[in-house]
């Protein structure tokens, strides 16, 4: 068996010259040699460097500020890699023509997807921004330059356009009344951001959150007491999730629940609890009585406890 295992092996090799001669008479070779080979970059003699884009360009002291400026230090690496020709490409036929603004990178004058890949060429490297095409703003054409403005920004960390939420609700403009609702998370106070939750640069989760698996991984960073593993467990909170009953980004409820009152909620799965409706009803259950109208003051563990199955404790 081995012996003809080996001999096919032979054969197979012995044809692949005649075979490659016989597409490169059809068809020529360039074909093949273009499918496997990158595009080759500009000769670093186009390069003129970041000293010569200074002299017209009045960039210097805004850019010192920049931690792009890291790489225009680094003199060990050549232009291409460190400098204004690191993003705007190889600027000798732009010098040439005398500032020529077609004949460099213009970030402005690309498509949102141009735009992004340039930024990603070094940035998609980096572990929070890697899944950005397949994330809701890559495939939807946000390119990077629509929140990040690299010599210019209004806010240093992340070299941001503007100000976040902000510049969040410039697209997400429904938020914005979510959070001015009587009780919201602190976004507006400054003691959160949208991106302590979502990760803008795409996430693999749902809505871009900041978890791997499991949307409510996110909640828990800072909800850890209603994470468990609980001996009892609520069925929704472990099915459902959080979302299921509150309303993450505001509410009218203390406890951002969906519905204003406690009992609202419950009752759209438990409407059919013996003994919970009508002034008749001979059952503690009566919420027709005020005092019962409040379920979690009895129910205190409602996302789940260790010693009672209807999560009085």
């Known amino acids: 068996?081995?012996?003809?295992?080996?001999?096919?092996?032979?054969?197979?090799?012995?044809?692949?010259?005649?075979?490659?001669?016989?597409?490169?008479?059809?068809?020529?070779?360039?074909?093949?040699?273009?499918?496997?080979?990158?595009?080759?970059?500009?000769?670093?003699?186009?390069?003129?460097?970041?000293?010569?884009?200074?002299?017209?360009?009045?960039?210097?002291?805004?850019?010192?500020?920049?931690?792009?400026?890291?790489?225009?230090?680094?003199?060990?690496?050549?232009?291409?890699?460190?400098?204004?020709?690191?993003?705007?490409?190889?600027?000798?036929?732009?010098?040439?023509?005398?500032?020529?603004?077609?004949?460099i990178f213009n970030f402005k004058k690309v498509t949102a997807r141009e735009s992004s890949d340039q930024c990603l060429s070094c940035h998609l490297q980096q572990e929070e921004r890697a899944n950005f095409l397949r994330g809701e703003h890559g495939l939807n054409s946000v390119a990077c330059t629509e929140c990040h403005t690299v010599h210019a920004p209004q806010q240093k960390e992340g070299l941001l356009s503007a100000r976040t939420p902000a510049l969040c609700y410039d697209c997400h403009n429904e938020v914005r009344s979510q959070f001015n609702k009587p009780f919201h998370h602190k976004v507006h106070e400054g003691l959160m951001s949208c991106t302590d939750c979502h990760n803008q640069h795409g996430g693999f989760n749902l809505r871009q959150l900041r978890a791997s698996t499991g949307t409510d991984l996110v909640c828990y960073e800072c909800h850890a007491d209603k994470q468990g593993p609980f001996v009892f467990e609520h069925a929704p909170v472990k099915v459902e999730g959080c979302t299921l009953c509150h309303d993450v980004h505001g509410s009218s409820n203390p406890r951002l629940l969906k519905r204003s009152e406690v009992r609202f909620l419950c009752l759209e799965c438990h409407a059919d609890t013996p003994g919970v409706f009508g002034p008749g009803t001979p059952s503690f259950h009566n919420l027709a009585q005020t005092r019962w109208q409040n379920c979690t003051t009895c129910h205190v563990n409602i996302h789940g406890s260790n010693l009672s199955p209807v999560f009085f404790e």
Request: with cysteine.
């Open 1 to 103: 068996m081995t012996r003809c295992v080996s001999r096919w092996k032979a054969a197979i090799v012995a044809v692949l010259p005649a075979l490659f001669a016989l597409s490169s008479a059809l068809v020529g070779t360039a074909w093949l040699v273009d499918a496997v080979a990158p595009a080759s970059p500009p000769a670093q003699s186009s390069y003129v460097g970041g000293d010569t884009c200074l002299a017209c360009h009045d960039i210097g002291e805004a850019f010192a500020k920049n931690p792009h400026y890291e790489s225009w230090k680094d003199e060990s690496l050549p232009w291409s890699e460190r400098g204004c020709e690191t993003c705007h490409r190889a600027g000798q036929a732009h010098v040439d023509a005398g500032g020529d603004a077609e004949l």
